[in-house]
């Protein structure tokens, strides 16, 4: 009967163990489980809030965008509307001075490489003084300037050229006088001039500019 006793105890014994170290393993399980899930869900938590901050601050930048919008439209069309325009000349007519204030600043600065139309500026500033034209020369870097990349921020290229002309002294210093005052930009390198005052032979050597158009970049940003 003893015997039987001290087995019986012996048994419990080892089933409550067994119980124990199923009951500790369940709960260190659970323990880590939850802790896991927890760290997981902080960090999901901090990334939400993240996201959110980023859409808030690309909410504002859009508001305060479309509120530059209407005041840039006004702005550009009270430029546009302006008669006389920045030259004195008629905003509506068709003659060197005439037509509205942005036309007359795209044909300040173009906005890409044409070394034609260069060619036909100049004819006409050289014709309008009663000159003849014996030669303009220049490199047409058309096709490798349009291989460039766009930018945000584009800066003025140089488009280089010479030009050739004979005509009367006071027709030349007209000329180089249109080149002063033309509402397209023009840098001269060098002058050279020989002849007589009725008939003279002007070798200029110059440059002018264009200045590729402004990319917007709209950029996606990543939430880490």
Do not use: C, W
């Not at 490489?113 to 500026?121: E, G």
């Not at 003849?132 to 050229?161: H, R, Y």
């Not at 033309?182 to 007589?196: C, K, N, T, V, W």
């Amino acid at each position: 009967m003893a015997r039987t006793t001290s087995f019986t105890k012996r048994t419990l014994i080892g089933k409550a163990n067994s119980t124990m170290v199923i009951a500790t393993s369940i709960a260190a399980f659970v323990l880590v489980f939850t802790l896991v899930a927890g760290k997981a869900m902080l960090g999901q938590m901090g990334y939400q809030n993240k996201v959110i901050d980023a859409k808030k601050t690309a909410l504002k930048q859009i508001e305060s965008d479309l509120k530059a919008v209407g005041s840039l439209n006004e702005s550009y069309r009270n430029f546009v509307d302006d008669n006389p325009n920045v030259l004195g000349g008629d905003a509506n007519g068709t003659a060197s001075q005439d037509g509205d204030n942005a036309k007359l600043v795209l044909d300040a600065l173009p906005s890409r490489y044409d070394f034609p139309a260069l060619t036909t500026s100049l004819e006409a500033l050289v014709t309008g003084q009663n000159l003849q034209i014996l030669g303009i020369s220049g490199t047409d870097e058309e096709a490798v300037q349009g291989l460039q990349k766009t930018s945000g921020q584009p800066e003025p290229i140089a488009m280089p050229f010479q030009l050739q002309v004979s005509g009367a002294y006071a027709s030349i210093q007209s000329l180089i006088d249109s080149f002063s005052r033309s509402i397209r930009p023009f840098q001269i390198h060098s002058l050279e001039i020989a002849g007589d005052e009725n008939s003279m032979l002007l070798n200029i050597n110059a440059q002018t500019f264009f200045q590729p158009e402004k990319t917007l970049n709209i950029e996606q940003k990543v939430v880490k």
